[in-house]
């Protein structure tokens, strides 16, 4: 998957005082999301309009915080949050599958309780990835939304932010990508 | 793998439609889709399909939540921040003291020993990216500062560490959670009440300081050993600016991440928030502890469910769900009240204050009477039918009616039930009437009709069984109810129906003394409403003039309390005797306005009223004038919406139409169509009157076919509702003729006459009605040449006496007699005729710009001499006559041409 724009697009702020070089800003930003992607994928993601702070804020401000990176950074990392979460969160989900096949890799011992809805969960995850796949054919911003919401759990406003765009622009995309997507998800 | 059967350009024709059908309501959203253009007929099904329930419920469900792997194991919780020993700004930490959504509590101490004693400092999970928010977290503390309440946990500092962790520093409060210590204490009433108090107490002064907590939860509030409540956390509290709080940035990240459990509905609606979030916060509150219960029973354990119930969902009454029993009688009334009270959706139901919500529970405690009080009857049916889709439209008018007979419906009748509930007794069974009127409501509810839409009608079959089971024994209570059951299928234009529950009703109250005088007079006026829209003239008349003589004995002729009787007698006789129904409606507005003033809502009803007695008489200018001031008293009173506005914006179209105005005439007849579906649904008479109404300006705007459409439209709804022979059924079908007749459809305009005459009547009005067809049928035998025919059909009406005091139908039936003769060449008896219809005709005009211009001129069509026709109507035309109706009539043919030539 293809989050090499926002990047790119990030190490371009990067550079104050004693920063990393671009690829260990990246690597440092890219452990946070995986670290964050985990977490998601630990808890579940709710995507409520009441989780006005999201952990994606959290990540920025430990990364802030520690001089990597600067304030106007921020739409970079939000934009690339989304991509990068969805791009671990998948690879985990396949990992497993592959795993259970008799693959080597990651390999979890599921617990009877858990199983049957773990695969449900895992075939739901893939099933909303290609979903969204399918909808950046047709409305890039739209998948961008649904990507950011569901595997980021960025908050609408985040979203905005991310997108250059309104709260109301966040909004309608995300209603009307829900519409769409009832189709390709039947 | 998922994919979209579509190609780019039907997707974005598609994505188009979809923003703009987003805009709208939802309500709204489908009549929209099938408006659509036949351009449009391919995208049709699939935007419906899209917009379905089904279809964003399965997405809501797959997107809202991704799904949990507890078991994956956590490499990675590295947290750099918080250990004991750690500092934190000046700040080193003892032990952690919890945790919540917010962030983190640790006991801590100062490094510089500044303050002596240990604090609870909070380390907020939220992200700060500006100085500018630094200062304000600086200048927030300044205030929170200086809070010094027994009740409130001290802010002794705040700040932001060079890591850009924010901290605050808080009074450290020995104690525990008000729930667990009530849960443990085993309080009695009157101690957890002095608890809540010393809360809300706390609360009302940090908002005389114009700060609010905005999340209080039990979490927040803690008891020491002394039974002492201490709030914490003003941490995110917000400062106030005028009032309400605007959502900043600091609050948006902070103000909103609440739990949401005892979150007000502005909260989670995301609406500005002022103290009454508070207030219903310490609702909340209040209902655990009292009850043991949160006030919502969710069907799903889910975020979404919660905060759908927060917004939608009426709590039972604390004494409804606690489960002891010396608790539920201790809460039942006055407890309940406050407690919802505090807790009601709306802000401005709700205590204006904390400091009213304390001001109550002292009330309650020194046993004295509180504010807070059940919520009335016409409340909880709105809110009822607002919450659930009640069948059709109609329903809307249901409860606006039932609204209306929870307080005894029209001015009179509501205000003497006002003055009459002062005795005791007749305050209880008020009471109960309300309250059969909510159940027969809350009964009707979606759960219990197995998922169906309940129609209007349906409600009112249930009650009426219910009446007769429940209260058999009552007849007062029993009739009343009755009577509102039938007035209310009156208003929906079930006048079948509403005849049966009237009948029983008085029944029920007759005879039963003074105390029954106004249950028997308003049950009459019903009924005699119901009997007229049944044209049944003889029995409405008795039964009005019954309850006026009741009334006037009972109250004296000059009471207000007789307006209701004169209203309804003067709606009966305006057409056979309008000067009297005129009289009797100056007296109900004189009445009215004695008692309530010139801007009372009835009073302008009665105007309309009056407005409409000119309007009969042809007086066109002085019914306009009565329209034009009844309209915006009308809206202010009743709102838009209502079906009186209504009304009074069709007659205003027919008044306009008549003095020549038709834009006009046709905007507002529109406007007036529109709200009349809106309120009434779009099978109502009142729809079928107006359809009428814009017709007719349709006609003379020279849209054959709109009129047409309009009173076919007004033809189906008048053959469900009205029996055969009621005028208003053989009055649409003399229109529809007349309309044929324009559009050169002879055979079928004879039809349509023959079906509609072919019924026996007995009403007045029926008989002009059928009069009136036998001119347009006259007016066919002249076009079809048979001018023998039409003269013998005009002057068989002339001769009827049901014409003489009907300007209109005199005049025209006068008219087709002329046109008749000169047909026949019977030039002197012609001119005679010719000569009184003109006389007629200017009688009648009263403010008319060009009485008979257009007959005058037919006539001269008739009688050969089309110069002088054309002459007529250049002559008026210079004068500013604008008829285009001549151009579609048949018989103008010979001339039209000419005189489209004089308009350019």
């Known amino acids: ?186 | 793998m998922p994919r979209f059967d579509i190609d780019a350009d039907t997707w974005s024709a598609l994505n188009n439609l979809l923003d703009r059908v987003l805009d709208l309501p939802p309500a709204a959203r489908i009549p929209w889709i099938d408006s659509l253009g036949p351009e449009y007929a391919a995208l049709k099904p699939r935007l419906r399909d899209l917009l379905s329930r089904g279809a964003a419920l399965r997405t809501s469900q797959i997107l809202g939540t991704m799904p949990a792997f507890p078991d994956l194991p956590d490499v990675e919780t590295a947290s750099p921040v918080a250990g004991a020993g750690d500092t934190v700004g000046p700040y080193r930490l003892i032990r952690e003291l919890g945790e919540g959504g917010m962030g983190t509590v640790w006991l801590a101490e100062r490094t510089d020993g500044l303050i002596p004693r240990p604090v609870a400092l909070k380390l907020p999970r939220i992200f700060w990216h500006s100085a500018a928010l630094a200062e304000r977290l600086a200048r927030e503390r300044e205030i929170l500062a200086t809070f010094n309440h027994p009740h409130i946990a001290r802010l002794y500092d705040a700040g932001i560490t060079a890591e850009g962790q924010p901290y605050l520093a808080l009074e450290y409060v020995e104690g525990r959670r008000i729930d667990e210590f009530v849960a443990q204490a085993r309080l009695d009433l009157r101690r957890l009440l002095a608890l809540l108090l010393q809360v809300t107490d706390a609360v009302a002064h940090a908002h005389s300081q114009l700060v609010v907590h905005r999340d209080l939860k039990p979490s927040n509030i803690l008891v020491t050993a002394d039974e002492n409540a201490m709030l914490l956390d003003f941490g995110i509290a917000k400062l106030l600016e005028q009032g309400e709080a605007r959502e900043t940035e600091l609050t948006e990240q902070s103000g909103r991440a609440l739990t949401p459990d005892y979150a007000s509905p502005e909260q989670i609606g995301g609406t500005p928030i002022g103290t009454a979030s508070d207030v219903y916060s310490l609702g909340v509150v209040f209902y655990e502890l009292l009850t043991g219960v949160r006030p919502y029973r969710l069907k799903r354990d889910s975020r979404g469910a919660l905060e759908e119930a927060i917004l939608q969902v009426d709590p039972a009454r604390p004494s409804e769900v606690v489960q002891e029993r010396s608790m539920r009688k201790a809460l039942r009334g006055d407890l309940d009240w406050i407690v919802l009270k505090a807790m009601a959706k709306e802000r401005d139901r709700r205590y204006a204050s904390a400091a009213d919500l304390a001001a109550d529970l002292r009330r309650f405690l020194r046993d004295e009477p509180v504010e807070a009080s059940p919520p009335s009857a016409a409340y909880r049916i709105g809110k009822f039918v607002r919450r659930h889709r009640v069948g059709t439209a109609a329903a809307a008018l249901l409860a606006l009616a039932l609204i209306a007979g929870a307080a005894g419906t029209t001015a009179g009748m509501l205000r003497a039930r006002r003055a009459e509930a002062s005795a005791r007794t007749e305050a209880a069974t008020a009471e109960r009437y309300s309250g059969f009127l909510v159940d027969m409501f809350e009964a009707a509810a979606p759960e219990q009709s197995k998922g169906r839409d309940i129609t209007a009608r349906e409600i009112l079959r249930r009650g009426a069984v219910r009446i007769h089971k429940e209260l058999a024994g009552e007849p007062l209570l029993e009739g009343r109810l009755l009577t509102t059951i039938g007035y209310v299928y009156t208003r929906l234009g079930l006048y079948s129906e509403a005849r049966p529950a009237l009948d029983e009703a008085v029944a029920l109250v007759r005879g039963k003394g003074d105390r029954a005088n106004l249950d028997l007079a308003q049950a009459l006026v019903r009924r005699g409403q119901a009997e007229r829209y049944l044209n049944e003239p003889a029995r409405a008349e008795s039964d009005d003039r019954e309850a006026l003589a009741i009334l006037e004995r009972a109250y004296g002729p000059n009471n207000v309390k007789v307006e209701p009787a004169l209203t309804e007698l003067g709606l009966l006789l305006r057409a056979r005797d309008p000067e009297q129904a005129l009289r009797l409606y100056r007296r109900g507005y004189d009445l009215l306005v004695a008692a309530h003033g010139e801007s009372d809502g009835y009073a302008a009803v009665l105007l309309q009223n009056i407005g409409s007695i000119h309007a009969r008489a042809l007086r066109f200018q002085e019914a306009k004038d009565a329209y034009e001031r009844a309209l915006p008293l009308l809206r202010r009173n009743f709102g838009e919406r209502d079906p009186r506005v209504g009304s009074v914006l069709g007659n205003l179209g027919h008044v306009y139409r008549n003095l020549g105005d038709y834009a006009r005439a046709f905007e507002v007849a529109r406007q007036g169509l529109e709200v009349d579906i809106f309120v009434s649904g779009p099978d109502h008479p009142d729809v079928g009157i107006a359809s009428l109404n814009l017709a007719r300006i349709s006609d003379k705007l020279g849209d054959q076919r709109l009129a047409l459409d309009e009173t076919d439209r007004a033809i189906a709804i008048f053959a469900q509702r009205y029996p055969p022979g009621h005028p208003l059924r053989i009055q649409a079908a003399n229109f529809k003729s007349g309309y044929l007749i324009e559009l050169g459809r002879l055979a079928e305009a004879r039809t349509t006459l023959a079906n509609s005459a072919a019924v026996q009547t007995a009403s007045f009005e029926a008989r002009r009605a059928l009069l009136a067809g036998q001119v347009i049928l006259a007016e066919i035998e002249r076009l079809e040449k048979h001018f023998l025919k039409s003269q013998e059909l005009a002057r068989g009406v002339l001769a009827d006496p049901a014409v003489s005091g009907d300007q209109r139908l005199e005049a025209d039936a006068r008219w087709a007699h002329a046109y008749a003769l000169a047909m026949l060449a019977k030039t002197d008896e012609a001119e005679a005729a010719r000569a009184r219809a003109l006389d007629l005709e200017s009688a009648a005009a009263h403010g008319a710009a060009f009485p008979g211009v257009y007959a005058h001129a037919k006539y001269y069509l008739c009688a050969g001499n089309p110069d002088r026709a054309l002459a007529i109507l250049r002559d008026a035309v210079a004068k500013g006559f604008h008829d285009p109706i001549v151009l579609h009539d048949p018989a103008f043919a010979p001339i039209a041409a000419a005189l489209l030539e004089r308009r350019k």
């Open chain 1, 1 to 186: 998957m293809q989050c090499l724009g926002d990047r790119l697009g990030m190490a371009d702020g990067a550079g104050r005082g004693d920063a990393s070089s671009v690829d260990a800003l990246f690597a440092a930003a890219y452990q946070e999301l995986r670290r964050l992607a985990r977490l998601r994928l630990r808890a579940g993601g709710r995507n409520t309009v009441l989780d006005t702070t999201s952990l994606v804020h959290e990540s920025y401000l430990r990364l802030a915080g520690a001089g990597r990176l600067r304030v106007e950074d921020r739409t970079h990392f939000l934009r690339y949050a989304g991509c990068a979460m969805r791009s671990v969160i998948v690879d985990f989900v396949r990992q497993r599958q592959s795993g259970r096949r008799g693959g080597t890799v990651d390999r979890i011992t599921l617990t009877t309780r858990a199983g049957a809805g773990v695969h449900a969960g895992e075939r739901q995850i893939l099933r909303v990835h290609e979903a969204i796949g399918e909808l950046a054919r047709f409305d890039a911003r739209m998948a961008q939304v649904v990507e950011m919401r569901y595997f980021g759990g960025l908050t609408e406003t985040e979203i905005a932010e991310a997108l250059q765009v309104t709260d109301r622009t966040v909004r309608r995309d995300w209603e009307k990508a829900r519409l769409w997507l009832s189709e390709a998800l039947k």
